[in-house]
């Protein structure tokens, strides 16, 4: 069965279970009076897990009095999401997703030989900075944790610590940390990893590391592969550690990223990754040079340098700390196509080849997962997405894979790993002699005229709008193929043609 629209996508509206709060104890689903999972039927639409919200609707809605959205807690302002009608799009388009063509697939990858349950890793961080906080991690489903990195000196947190730029939703679409490393000692590090191992053998313990000197990166790395660490994680990238030969500036310095990469191997036989900044131009030489340096892979990326914002009352950039701030650390579903531009660059460099990438930077779904996995990443880091939504966002990136790969009838992570790598091209290579129209379905527009209006002024004015019949019209001689009017349609009306014609 062949889909002209996006596959696995359903044509429900996505700004009403945006609404949805993803409560804690959904109170909608006790309501159901069938007994359905309305909230994680919810929660699967919100992650663009379609296929696993069909798969758990297992009753007819039609007839229904939609108890579960008196009981929404968005019901006191009376504006309660309206979930009878999402159920009812769920049943409907569910004959439209495509079939499985394989029952089993697996989800099974590895970090440098290290097996890892699936791809999904905590990244480094607050999400992964307790024993408490693994332990639940680990029961929920997540394949290991980069644990937040470990050092000698002591750390000054400020309060406040993030800032975020929002959807309209109210969803963190960017985040900003200007958070530091571990606030404890060393040893209770040590204490925190042998306890993990001895509890959850199966799981990847990656021990992120920091040293201010060669013989501290050396040092740490001993202590973390006796007491139960499966992987060395150099950070050679925290935006907030900037004095000399720490943080951020060692990953601006082959030569220092050489140094202490060389430095921490030898005082370890594990894999060693090097977490690279993307605050640098080009990050192939730093991994070069981590390679150099006896580096088994590469982490990327970490933060980005950014301000984000001013609060225009106070008139401080956020997050204010008594009445000043600094650059921080941006994260989440914004950074995520420049994280995927870094992840390619690596990936498709030949001297690179041998070397596993751990990917991460704005992974919220498993779309965003399988994104970084198809460019070459191997394994996959979370941490924004868990600070706002929880451990429990683990359900719907593995459903959302492992049904992607059923439908696609691939049985293994692997064979997916660096799938869309030799799609990007130079500047050079890229085809420019043909042009793709758009094409209007005008049962599906709704006459707003918005490709009208993006199209005369911020495109080629190639789009007239009839007035009586509210619709667009195309004129074919000014068209160029920009496909800026695809873009700003909210209800899909437009399509490519699959004719091609030639300049």
């Known amino acids: 069965m062949e889909y002209n629209r996006e596959q696995y996508a359903m044509t429900f509206d996505k700004s009403e279970v945006s609404k949805c709060m993803l409560c804690v104890d959904p109170p909608c689903t006790s309501a159901c009076p069938k007994n359905a999972d309305v909230g994680s039927i919810l929660k699967s639409l919100y992650f663009r897990n379609y296929i696993g919200a069909v798969s758990k609707l297992d009753c007819d809605c039609t007839y229904c009095n939609a108890p579960c959205e008196k009981a929404c807690v968005l019901n006191a302002n009376r504006l309660p999401v309206s979930i009878r009608e999402l159920m009812l799009k769920v049943m409907h388009d569910s004959e439209m997703l495509p079939k499985s063509r394989i029952s089993r697939v697996d989800l099974t990858t590895e970090i440098c030989g290290i097996k890892l349950e699936n791809p999904f890793l905590l990244s480094s ?42 959807h309209h939703s109210n969803a963190f679409c960017g985040f900003k940390n200007i958070e530091q490393l571990s606030d404890h000692s060393v040893e209770e590090n040590m204490h925190i990893f042998e306890k993990l191992r001895q509890e959850f053998p199966t799981k990847v313990i990656i021990a992120s590391i920091m040293g201010q000197n060669e013989q501290e990166w050396t040092d740490l790395a001993a202590k973390c592969e006796k007491s139960g660490a499966s992987v060395i994680e150099c950070n050679f990238s925290c935006p907030n550690m900037e004095d000399d030969d720490l943080g951020v500036t060692i990953g601006q310095s082959a030569e220092l990223v050489e140094k202490f990469t060389r430095a921490t191997k030898k005082g370890t036989s594990l894999p060693v990754l090097a ?229």
């Open 275 to 503: 977490k690279l900044t993307p605050n640098i131009t080009d990050m192939v030489p730093m991994a070069l040079a981590a390679k150099r340096g006896g580096a088994d892979g590469i982490a990327a990326i970490n933060t980005i340098n950014s301000i984000t914002g001013v609060d225009i009352d106070t008139l401080v950039a956020e997050p204010a700390v008594r009445g000043k701030s600094i650059i921080g650390g941006y994260s989440g579903n914004a950074v995520k196509p420049i994280a995927l531009r870094f992840i390619s660059d690596l990936s498709r460099c030949e001297e690179l080849k041998d070397m596993h990438i751990s990917g991460m930077g704005g992974i919220e779904t498993w779309r965003d997962a399988l994104e970084f996995i198809l460019l070459g990443s191997g394994s996959l880091q979370v941490t924004t997405a868990v600070m706002q939504y929880g451990y429990r966002i683990i359900d719907d990136l593995l459903e959302g894979l492992e049904e992607y790969m059923k439908r696609k009838g691939i049985s293994s992570v692997h064979a997916l790993i660096g799938g869309a790598a030799g799609t990007i091209v130079d500047h050079h290579s890229i085809e420019r002699d043909t042009i793709l129209f758009p094409v209007f379905d005008y049962e599906r527009c709704n006459g707003c005229g918005r490709c009208y209006i993006s199209c005369m002024d911020g495109g080629h004015q190639a789009i007239r709008f009839d007035p009586e019949e509210r619709r667009p019209l195309l004129i074919g001689k000014k068209c160029v193929g920009c496909h800026l009017c695809k873009l700003v349609c909210s209800e899909k009306a437009i399509r490519t043609a699959i004719n091609v014609v030639k300049r």
């Open 125 to 166: 961080s607050v999400v992964a900075s307790s024993y408490d906080m693994c332990r639940r991690a680990f029961e929920a489903g997540w394949a290991g944790a980069s644990f937040k990195t470990i050092c000698n000196f002591p750390q000054h947190e400020t309060s406040p610590r993030f800032s975020a730029i929002r």
